[in-house]
């Protein structure tokens, strides 16, 4: 019953550090969303995507790049990590029409 | 700009007692509101949904209202169980594709 899929449940690394975080849907779904989510600030937009190539800015895109060559595949990336992008990280895809979204499992990143 | 606000931040409420949670949005074009269940160490699970053309949805012991009006919604759960703690986030869409959530609500059902 696999739906999202993260590449990573933990990762640790380096101020400085470029960092990919890859997110895969296997249900042919329009949309793909990343999120962070921080104690008593819920889920907040980083990026989003409604087809291959075409990305939008979220709530707080600063710091962050996204990348959608394929449509089940959306990459986040943290072209230097800092240690205030220690987060957990939540992918989610939905369909344009039924609107109905998925989460993946989460990225727990930590950065030292 | 758009935002949706979520209340209260931390609910309690006594096993077999009733819990509402509430939202308003503030994009007025929103129109599809789903209402996640994110347990300890777990992803964000869809438990109920509702669509602007229709005013109420009941799922056993869930059930989500919506007043398009007054740009409310709210989860209602009844006969709480243990197993119904956990953070409820409520979300809006706005526009077509991005949601926007509510900044959750962390509710223990005390056995």
């Known amino acids: 019953d696999v739906k999202v899929t993260q590449s990573s449940r933990y990762l640790v690394k380096r101020t400085g550090e470029k960092v990919f975080l890859e997110c895969v849907q296997d249900?042919?779904?329009?949309?793909m969303f990343w999120y962070r989510q921080d104690p008593g600030l819920g889920l907040r937009l980083i990026y989003f995507?409604?087809?291959?190539?075409?990305?939008e800015k979220g709530d707080i895109p600063e710091g962050y790049s996204v990348s959608r060559e394929k449509k089940e595949r959306f990459s986040l990336i943290l072209e230097s990590a800092s240690t205030n992008q220690t987060s957990m990280y939540l992918c989610?895809?939905?369909?344009?029409?039924?609107?109905?979204?998925?989460f993946g499992p989460g990225t727990r990143l930590t950065v030292t | 700009g758009e935002n949706v606000e979520q209340h209260p931040s931390t609910l309690s409420v006594q096993e077999g007692d009733s819990a509402v949670i509430k939202c308003t949005y503030s994009?007025?074009?929103?129109?599809?509101f789903p209402w996640y269940k994110q347990e300890l160490g777990k992803r964000p699970q869809l438990i109920i949904d509702?669509?602007?053309?229709?005013g109420e949805k009941k799922d056993q012991r869930i059930a989500v209202t919506l007043n398009k009006t007054a740009k409310h919604f709210s989860l209602h759960i009844t006969e709480t169980q243990p197993e119904d703690s956990a953070v409820y986030f409520c979300?809006?869409?706005?526009?077509?594709?991005?949601?926007?959530f509510g900044t959750g609500t962390r509710l223990k059902v005390l056995a």
């Open positions: 979300a809006a869409t706005s526009g077509t594709y991005k949601y926007i």
């Open positions: 995507s409604y087809d291959v190539k075409m990305k």
């Open positions: 994009d007025s074009a929103s129109n599809y």
């Open positions: 989610a895809s939905s369909s344009f029409t039924s609107k109905v979204g998925d």
């Open positions: 249900m042919d779904h329009e949309n």
């Open positions: 509702i669509r602007s053309n229709v």
